[in-house]
């Protein structure tokens, strides 16, 4: 049987797509903060499945980044430090301490999705 968070990872990734459609066809301050939001609920949806999958392993990965960590080396995915910068651009954004642009941001969020693709 699927985990709950399997079956979400999608649903969260659509949502961010459509956020990103939305906010590159009428640009505001709420359609950026859509897509903000969409973002860290994908982003924790999908290192999540990587916990899972490094746990099945037989690996401990307690936080976001250990999982990542132990993916990479497990071969789940390919690029880490991406990934890191994932993790740390949501937590940013979570704590409202939103260090990059926003152009950044939104392409940040763009390159997230071919990631997940990888899980």
């Not at 499945?49 to 132990?70: C, F, H, S, Y």
């Amino acid at each position: 049987m699927e985990s709950a968070k399997k079956i979400k990872l999608p649903e969260a990734k659509q949502h961010l797509q459509e956020a990103l459609k939305q906010y590159r066809s009428a640009p505001s301050e709420l359609g950026f903060l859509t897509v903000a939001k969409t973002f860290e609920i994908l982003v924790e949806y999908a290192w999540r499945e990587l916990k899972t999958r490094v746990e099945d392993q037989g690996l401990d990965a307690p936080a976001p980044k250990m999982a990542v960590k132990q993916a990479a080396r497990l071969g789940l995915i390919a690029e880490p430090e991406m990934w890191f910068n994932c993790i740390d651009a949501r937590n940013d954004s979570v704590h409202d301490y939103f260090g990059i642009s926003k152009k950044e941001y939104l392409a940040l969020a763009e390159q997230f999705l071919l990631l997940v693709d990888e899980i």
